[in-house]
């Protein structure tokens, strides 16, 4: 079964940080583009960022550039996504999911919780 | 940056009924454009993508239409299980931005 399997939310203080991770598994993980999508509770679909297939190329988006940071292991089929300098504004749930240059997100994981509050 | 805006916001319609909803982009996306389902407590489903090329395994009853900065989802004849959140993507390169999500609900 093609699958991303996510793990690491937690609820954390402002200022701190944390990594979360998507597993694939079923198809050849090095082959897609991945993203990171995330929504606050009762809100839209905000993307975050993007990394290449082989890692070399990654995008953000202006509300977390200079803090978190993307990451992927080809070997391990998991994708990363360093958090740090956690804000209250960052609090939702985390979605990963894959992509081609002609379809996007076309499976995403189950989306991994994340509150930062003291 | 590119801002996608959809309307309407909420939708009340009954099983049966044809429903449209718009999505407009702040300058021409060409055809890059994809729509998502969203149901309570789930992750967002692919339905559509490059404007109107249906993603395997959707029914043929969600039609996607437009070009440039203006673009539609219809539902032909809605079911039951149709009732829920829809987003709108735009996507090039790898870069994505969503509009702000239609809720349909049941009359």
């Known amino acids: 079964e093609m699958q991303l399997v996510q793990s690491g939310g937690a609820l954390v203080q402002p200022g701190g940080s944390l990594r979360l991770s998507c597993e694939g598994s079923?198809?050849?993980?090095?082959?897609?583009?991945m993203h990171w999508v995330r929504q606050a509770p009762g809100k839209g679909l905000v993307w975050v960022s993007r990394?290449?297939?082989?890692?070399?190329?990654?995008a953000y988006a202006d509300s977390v550039k200079g803090r978190f940071t993307i990451s992927r292991d080809n070997a391990e089929n998991t994708l990363y996504l360093q958090m740090n300098s956690l804000r209250a504004e960052d609090t939702g749930l985390y979605y990963c999911?894959?992509?081609?240059?002609?379809?996007?997100?076309?499976?995403w994981g189950q989306g991994t919780m994340v509150a930062v509050s003291s | 940056d590119i801002q996608m805006t959809q309307s309407p916001s909420t939708l009340s319609a009954s099983v049966g009924d044809r429903v449209t909803i718009t999505c407009r982009a702040s300058?021409?996306?060409?055809?890059?454009l994809a729509w998502y389902q969203q149901k309570p407590g789930k992750a967002p489903h692919l339905l559509i993508y490059?404007?109107?090329s249906l993603e395997t395994g959707v029914p043929s009853r969600f039609i996607g239409s437009g070009f440039g900065t203006e673009f539609t989802l219809t539902i032909s004849s809605l079911q039951p299980d149709d009732f829920a959140t829809y987003y709108c993507?735009?996507?090039?390169?790898?870069?994505?931005?969503f509009g702000q999500g239609t809720k349909l609900e049941i009359k």
């Open positions: 999911a894959r992509a081609t240059e002609v379809v996007p997100n076309d499976m």
């Open positions: 079923g198809f050849t993980f090095r082959s897609y583009w």
């Open positions: 990394i290449n297939s082989d890692g070399s190329d990654t």
């Open positions: 300058q021409n996306i060409n055809s890059y």
């Open positions: 490059r404007t109107s």
């Open positions: 993507q735009h996507y090039h390169r790898h870069f994505q931005t």
